[in-house]
């Protein structure tokens, strides 16, 4: 049974869902690839439940600079290339970033760097799992979901140098 609820951020609001208890969605509004309202489940009768609540707190202490890795169980919905990706993307250390290239040889396929790339692109739960971590080869902010304006923003605030 899916459940959702709306929470606000600094990059607007996100739409948690839950698949049986357990988080399987981060969503930012006008996100590319983000499924229809209908397939959320029924609004969570008080967001403070679990799993909301834990993902809400983590979120509130990631945003405020005091967290910077998530610890939240999460329940995947992919092929098992994007679950690879996705754990992959895990990885990448705080205010740090990586290519699609360096993803796809860290996968043992340093040609799979489009797939690594369409995989990131449909990361069902972001920020949590960091795929604004990922840039282009030269360095440059290449596709994100959520939009390069909240990708720059998100990267500029893990690295300190962020402007609210």
């Not at 229809?36 to 990631?62: K, V």
């Not at 945003?63 to 996705?86: M, Y």
């Not at 992959?88 to 993803?103: F, W």
């Amino acid at each position: 049974m899916k459940q959702h609820t709306v929470i606000d951020s600094p990059y607007g609001p996100l739409t948690l869902v839950a698949d049986d208890g357990v988080l399987c969605g981060v969503y930012m509004e006008n996100q590319r690839h983000r499924p229809p309202e209908d397939a959320f489940g029924e609004p969570a009768t008080a967001p403070s439940t679990r799993p909301f609540a834990e993902a809400e707190e983590q979120l509130e202490a990631y945003f405020a600079g005091e967290r910077t890795e998530f610890t939240l169980p999460l329940r995947l919905h992919g092929t098992p290339f994007q679950r690879t990706v996705w754990e992959h993307l895990r990885t990448i250390p705080y205010g740090e970033t990586r290519t699609y290239g360096q993803l796809a040889d860290a996968l043992g396929n340093p040609k799979a760097s489009r797939a690594v790339g369409l995989a990131n692109g449909k990361n069902p739960v972001g920020i949590i799992i960091p795929c604004h971590r990922v840039v282009g080869a030269d360095g440059s902010l290449t596709g994100y979901g959520g939009g390069l304006d909240r990708k720059r923003r998100l990267l500029d605030f893990e690295r300190g140098t962020a402007l609210f």
